[in-house]
């Protein structure tokens, strides 16, 4: 009977010990920045706005992995020069699926996580070819990006309350976006940095 006793009260602390130890966070974050839009070898700049969610499993005090998903979308230019000048600029939406390693400097309520991993995406919003020049062009009215991109993305973020981080977080296009259509060249790279907000629980 003590020998059960003594199990019974060492599976309790172990129990307990494990239901403090917090594993898995939400993350749920807002962001946005500034894109360079990498085009046929002219870089252009424009805005990003990036809105996503991430659940956090830390395996170890100091490591943990992220897995989410977030909506990106990325506009080259004003959207005021759209009608300025004739210029056909480039419009998309993507749906990211980033998967992080992260590092965490620490476990208490203030500290700093550096993060990197690659990102699916997924074209959500796509832009359509315009040739102002030629409105009788076959490249009129096609969509120019490509469904599926791979990206890496870096991040760092300081947790400087229980719940709220903020930080930075890149995008590094690795895959050529543009749809050719057998009628042109050259290629279409975004990348991004993002500052961003983070509620996580």
């Known amino acids: 009977?003590?020998?059960i006793n003594i199990i019974i009260?060492?599976?309790i602390t172990v129990?307990?010990?494990?239901?403090?130890e917090k594993r898995w966070e939400n993350n749920f974050y807002l962001g946005q920045g500034l894109i360079l839009d990498y085009k046929n070898g002219?870089?252009?700049?424009?805005?990003?706005?990036?809105?996503?969610?991430?659940?956090?499993?830390?395996?170890?005090?100091?490591?943990?992995?992220?897995?989410?998903l977030a909506l990106r979308a990325v506009a080259e230019g004003a959207p005021a020069e759209h009608f300025d000048d004739g210029r056909d600029y480039d419009t998309f939406?993507?749906?990211?699926?980033?998967?992080?390693?992260r590092y965490h400097t620490?476990?208490?309520k203030r500290y700093f996580t550096f993060g990197f991993g690659p990102v699916l995406s997924f074209c959500t919003g796509n832009d359509i070819?315009?040739?102002?020049?030629?409105?009788?062009?076959?490249l009129n009215n096609l969509k120019k990006c490509k469904t599926f991109s791979l990206g890496l993305q870096p991040t760092v973020s300081y947790q400087f309350a229980r719940h709220f981080s903020v930080g930075l977080d890149g995008y590094i296009c690795l895959t050529n976006l543009k749809q050719h259509h057998g009628l042109t060249s050259g290629g279409i790279y975004i990348h991004s940095l993002t500052c961003r907000m983070a509620f996580n629980f």
Do not use: C, I, T
Request: aromatic share 14%; charged share 15%; no cysteine.
């Open 1 to 3: 009977m003590r020998k």
């Open 9 to 11: 009260l060492f599976l």
């Open 15 to 20: 129990l307990s010990a494990s239901a403090q």
């Open 42 to 68: 002219d870089g252009e700049g424009g805005m990003s706005f990036v809105a996503g969610y991430g659940l956090s499993y830390r395996f170890s005090p100091h490591w943990s992995v992220m897995p989410g």
């Open 93 to 101: 939406s993507f749906l990211d699926v980033p998967l992080l390693v």
């Open 106 to 108: 620490g476990v208490s």
């Open 129 to 138: 070819y315009y040739v102002d020049a030629d409105p009788r062009s076959p």
